[in-house]
């Protein structure tokens, strides 16, 4: 059984930070991709970064590059979403997604993942 089990949203000020993490199970994690997604209200979901539980490699949004960093603990089998300079148009609900054969094609795209976490909701205050 995959689950994907996101922690760490809370309501902090803009230009604090924040980690968040998901944690997987029940995926080949050698050949997993992890991305996380958000979606604010009346929004559509939109990609944020993603990464190849395989190599590392990374995939960002422009609007979170230099902000946001993914990363993965293999031994954990978590990946974290470490938040910086937060802005109030930050502010959704974030959810980690799953796919099992590699980050190709659109790893940004919600369209390619076929697991979801429950979200956890981030709030940054002007």
């Known amino acids: 059984q995959v689950q994907l089990v996101e922690a760490g949203g809370a309501s902090v000020q803009a230009g604090g930070s924040l980690r968040l993490s998901c944690a997987v199970s029940g995926l080949t994690y050698s050949s997993v991709c992890i991305g996380w997604f958000r979606q604010a209200p009346g929004k559509e979901r939109e990609g944020v970064a993603s990464?190849?539980?395989?190599?590392?490699?990374?995939y960002y949004a422009d609007s979170v590059r230099g902000r946001f960093t993914i990363s993965r603990d293999n031994a954990k089998n978590t990946v974290y979403l470490q938040m910086n300079s937060l802005k109030p148009e930050d502010t959704a609900m974030y959810y980690c997604a799953g796919r099992q054969w590699g980050c190709t094609g659109f790893p940004l795209s919600p369209a390619g993942y076929d697991y979801w976490g429950q979200g956890t909701q981030v709030t940054v205050s002007s």
């Open positions: 990464i190849y539980f395989g190599d590392g490699r990374t």
